[in-house]
């Protein structure tokens, strides 16, 4: 007995209905607008990250290649950053940073609040003169105290260390007073008040009632401070210049590059282990940073 098989019909394909035409097109539509909107910040992100791939991809090539125009590495060399340690005392230098910005930024915020709070919080006489001070002190360039602030720390035997990079933050610093001054005056003085009628001292009120609320701003103070010590190239140079034991990173690196300048394998793997600490603190810290910048500047 024998068994036809029928073939089977052919699939027909069906018009798509006026509706789902419709939504392609808004999907469509919705695509261009995002990509329209988002161009410019598209755009920006690429050139702030070019950058950073260029020097990573740099860091693994091989000697020869690093001097070539290939941007991609035919080998991947991991034992760069090995090299790295084991050519110069990349280590020290980190320990070196490290103290230099964690010490300058408690230095900084311990002594920063204080003054911060009295300008904004306080009444007494000459509150606007002395506020006028700080912005003055903003504009001052650094350059300007070298020789005498050279000259005490000399006489007190302490130029060859860190400790002439990180004194100076007890007596707060301008910038960083500025931006305290303009979150305070955010805080409702309500609240404020209420610490008071309870009994509260000003310092109480500072410790128990504003530090809470001023947390946003102190993690943008914080970090900008932060930033500012680990990048720092001219006061370690300045002070610590003829003591390589004391060196920083910032310093480090100058000194790396000269020494192995045909060799931007391994001076692009340095430059990585010294961005890498402070891209992951921005990284976990960037909401409360962006935060407190922003609420910095909502009331002048």
């Known amino acids: ?3 036809t098989y029928a ?9 798509a209905s006026p509706h789902q035409a419709a939504r392609g097109r808004a999907s469509r539509r919705r695509k261009l607008v995002w990509i329209a909107e988002h161009a410019v910040a598209v755009g920006l992100a690429c050139a702030f990250i070019g950058p950073i791939v260029f020097i990573f991809l740099t860091s693994v090539m091989t000697d020869g290649q690093s001097l070539t125009t290939n941007l991609w ?8 950053y090995r090299t790295v340690f084991a050519t ?4 020290t230098w980190l320990v070196n940073t490290v103290l230099y910005a964690v010490a300058a930024t408690a230095a900084t915020l311990l002594s920063s609040v204080p003054i911060a709070y009295a300008l904004a919080r306080l009444r007494f006489k000459g509150r606007n003169t002395a506020f006028l001070c700080v912005i003055t002190m903003m504009m001052l360039p650094p350059q ?10 000399a006489r007190l035997h302490l130029t060859g260390t860190i400790w002439p990079l990180v004194l100076p ?3 707060g610093d301008a ?7 303009q979150f305070l005056l955010t805080v409702p003085e309500d609240y404020l008040n209420a610490a008071r009628i309870d009994g509260c001292g000003e310092l109480r009120v500072l410790t128990r009632v504003v530090l809470p609320m001023m947390r946003p701003a102190l993690v943008a103070v914080g970090l900008f401070s932060f930033f500012n010590a680990w990048n720092d190239y001219y006061g370690p140079l300045i002070y610590t210049g003829e003591t390589p034991a004391h060196w920083t990173l910032a310093l480090g690196l100058a000194t790396f590059k000269t020494s192995h300048a045909v060799q931007w394998n391994l001076t692009m793997a340095a430059t990585l282990i010294a961005m890498a ?3 992951i603190v921005f990284f976990f810290a960037q909401k409360a940073f962006i935060e407190g910048v922003t609420l910095t500047g909502v009331k002048g």
């Open 73 to 80: 590495p035919h080998h991947w060399q991991w034992s760069n």
């Open 144 to 153: 300007v105290l070298v020789i005498p602030m050279y000259l005490m720390w």
């Open 277 to 279: 600490p402070v891209i």
């Open 7 to 15: 073939p089977a019909p052919a699939r027909q394909t069906r018009a």
């Open 175 to 181: 910038f960083s007073v500025f931006l305290l001054r």
């Open 88 to 91: 110069a005392p990349v280590g």
């Open 1 to 3: 007995m024998t068994t």
């Open 169 to 171: 933050s007890l007596f």
